[in-house]
């Protein structure tokens, strides 16, 4: 039953992709169907294989360290800030980024991220049909987040087309950012985050494929990498971590307006109609949840989550839940973090848009002309990773 729901999910999903596609007759298969075809086979690396389980619990490992480290900084500054034993979620969760992004400015600066970067973009561009820089974009987003990585090619902006700006807005809400790739780690099992990452990149490809399709003239196709401007390496240590604070505190302060909003939200509605607001986006979002392998007994539930998370952010969804007041199965947790694992929320709309605006107007304004089909697209992402994962698990 669950297998037949999944295969009714993916149907789903295609559909909707292909009724809101600009140009049906100009999309792609062959390419499609091998990013599909990878899509299940890293899944089933990444989820059921002893190989998959050895290089998850590597990488997750590689961030306890970095979570380590980055704990001996933040008890340095803020020791006695906590009680003994415990653990406030600014400090345990989000501080470590600030870490985090000064380890990706080194890797940066010594260049070993670009060429990397670019070698794995340059590869899948011979897979997906799509152009050197939507392949490079897609991998860089998942490292460098959906706002800086416009600015490593911002010299290729004024020269981009609408539909290649709309393709890489989507692989950019469609990813997270590397630096805080460790604080879900903190919350959610770090498979499900690693199967995501992977999960999420060829979704971002596949979906923008159908609903944005188009012919890309060879003498566009080219891939120029914005380099770092000229500073030695203490200026770009600095910049890097006030960056990760700056980072840090954003979503800090998001967190806490989002997370008071609903609750005020939720209280209205329960003085109301005696339910609460996520009840009733529950009861709205539970078909999805329902088709993406979830069992109906647990779909109003992980459809409140699912909502939350496209209506606020990534981080109260998997605080909720992480917090225990919901008992799903471990299949239904490893669906739902999966899902959780994207940047696709109404937010996001603004925070591209405005990167863009800020190096270029003109496509600033053309990517929030088309902010609500990208984040439909993109939320269709994270459903196709969920219903995969749900096909696998």
Known sequence: MNRFLGIIGLLFIFSLAILISSDKKAI?????????????????ILLRTTFGTVVVTALAKVFDYLLTFAGEGVNFVFAGVANTGSAPFFLAVLMPIVFVSAIIGILRYIKILPLFMKAIGLALSKINGMGKLESYNGVASAILGQSEVF????????????KRLFSMSVSAMSTVSMSIVGSYMALIDSEYVITALILNLFGGYIL?????PYELDESEDELIIEEEKDQTFFQMLGEYILDGFHVAITVAAMLIGFVALIAMINAIFNGIFGITFQQILGYVFAPLAFISGIPWHEAVDAGSIMATKLVTNEFVAMTELSAGTYHFTERTTAILSVFLVSFANFSSIGIISGAMKGLNEEKGNLVAKHGLKILFTATLVSFLSAIVTGLLV
């Open 28 to 44: 792609k298969r062959k390419p499609l169907i091998v990013m599909i075809f990878l899509q299940f086979v890293f899944g089933f």
């Open 151 to 162: 600015i490593s090619i911002k010299k290729e902006l004024p020269f981009l087309s609408e």
């Open 208 to 212: 923008a494929s159908i609903v944005n």
